[in-house]
């Protein structure tokens, strides 16, 4: 989540953002080394995860009786159990980044039903501010720029 657009009580009351159902577990947080050293050392040392080619995702059990995943570093009383060490997906949420034929832009999640409730100049506003980074972090870690899909609205695009 991003403080400078969510209150930290909104979040604790929606909590949408950390279970995924099997259409949306490509959402789930990419997990690079850093990040994966530091789970296991100071958070979670019996965490599993899938090994991709440059970076890791976070295994998830499904729910017996739903098509629904409960991050596995979901506390559902206090929330992530990394606080802001969470990863840069979540850190970012609910911003996305992702390629539109070679262009990397900052996208918006609708996922996210308290954002929608600020203005768009605000939203953008953040967007800005936080671009530096977000191509920054891309640039490291370019299995966090997910291919463009229709209907995510635009924030702002690299120049
Ligand atoms: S979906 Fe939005 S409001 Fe809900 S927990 Fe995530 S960031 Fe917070
Ligand atoms: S790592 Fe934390 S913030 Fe990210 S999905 Fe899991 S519980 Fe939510």
Redesign the pocket.
Known sequence: ?IRKLLKREECAKC?L???FDSYDLWE??VINEETHDRILAEFKPDQEFLELEDHYL?KMPKEPDRDLYY?????HEK????GEE??F??RI?PFRIMDLKGIRVIVLSLVCPVVQTRPLCEIQAVAKELAPQIFAYADENPSAVKKYISGFPIMLAEE
């Open positions: 989540m909590r953002c950390c279970c789930t947080p976070l991050c596995t570093l979901l506390d929330g992530c159990i990394m969470k990863p997906d979540c949420w």
